[in-house]
């Protein structure tokens, strides 16, 4: 396993107003010196779009491109042909540059955003059975798509969305085809929505293709959803932490993960805002260390 990090964890993200947005050769600088071999793509046109040049910039750091995450909308029909261009376009940059995993998320909506979190509201406003038909044929086409630039499609279960709480991810696993459709492992995603991280491991072993590991104050969560705060004042609430100071067990992550025999990118994630004057390397580093010191990877 090799241990990277992403743009989300100095508060870069693809959201409209989350907050500043670091330059790159800060982010990269930074990712190096706390230790890390990889970074994903981060929002696109956040990194060079050319791969000449980006594949320059992370030589020059010594760092690998692991992945990208690109949310999409396939709720109805024909939103498969207006999403596939988007999705060409970074899995070709990928492609280019080595990597070998591009990451689909469903991008969610004000419905879906203002319950999120909350089990029982996500759990009745979910897709209806046509839907979850729709998304799950599409979901295979784009993987079949990437797999032609020698790329492996794997869904990132994520806060805000239609693909959040666990009963959802069991039916993506249902809907899909094994070999076409991976799952992007995020545990504070997974935790976000009301799952069990680890079960989620132990259940999808041999679907996991690539590893989020991020950490998640449940407390704090809880306090924030009583509060009627939505995913995104949530998340901007710092309910995601360093890795050893929320409630996902790691430890326990990681050995589920040695059992299944994982051997791909874990990806540290914390999502944050960044503010004016901060130590944007203190939280990258004390996780990369937790793992260091306390996981052994």
Request: proline share 5%; with cysteine.
């Amino acid at each position: 396993m090799r241990v990277g990090n992403a743009p989300i964890s100095w508060g870069v993200c693809e959201i409209p107003g989350w907050g500043p947005q670091l330059p790159y050769e800060r982010v990269l600088t930074e990712m190096v010196q706390a230790g890390y071999e990889g970074t994903e793509l981060g929002p696109w046109g956040y990194l060079p779009q050319d791969p000449e040049r980006l594949a320059a910039v992370l030589q020059e750091k010594g760092l690998a491109l692991a992945a990208a995450f690109v949310p999409v909308d396939l709720r109805a029909p024909g939103r498969l042909e207006q999403e596939m261009p988007g999705v060409a376009q970074v899995a070709k940059l990928l492609a280019a540059l080595g990597a070998r995993h591009i990451l689909i998320a469903d991008g969610g909506d004000p419905l879906r955003q203002s319950i999120a979190g909350r089990l029982e509201k996500t759990r009745a406003h979910g897709l209806t059975t046509e839907q979850w038909k729709y998304l799950a044929q599409s979901l295979e086409t784009l993987a079949e798509a990437c797999g032609e630039y020698g790329l492996e499609l794997c869904v990132h279960s994520h806060g805000g969305t239609y693909i959040e709480n666990p009963d959802e991810i069991d039916r993506l696993c249902e809907l899909t085809d094994p070999a076409l459709v991976k799952l992007c492992l995020d545990t504070g995603h997974i935790a976000f929505g009301g799952g069990d991280p680890v079960a989620v491991c132990e259940r999808y072993a041999e679907r996991i293709g690539h590893v989020h590991l991020k950490d998640i104050r449940l407390d704090l969560l809880a306090k924030c959803l009583a509060e009627g705060k939505d995913y995104v004042a949530a998340a901007q609430s710092d309910v995601f932490v360093p890795l050893g100071m929320g409630d996902v067990d790691v430890l326990r992550l990681v050995e589920a993960l040695k059992r299944a025999r994982y051997g791909g990118w874990i990806i540290v994630e914390q999502d944050c805002v960044v503010t004016e004057g901060e130590d944007t390397l203190a939280a990258p580093r004390m996780s990369r260390e937790y793992l260091r010191t306390q996981i052994g990877i």
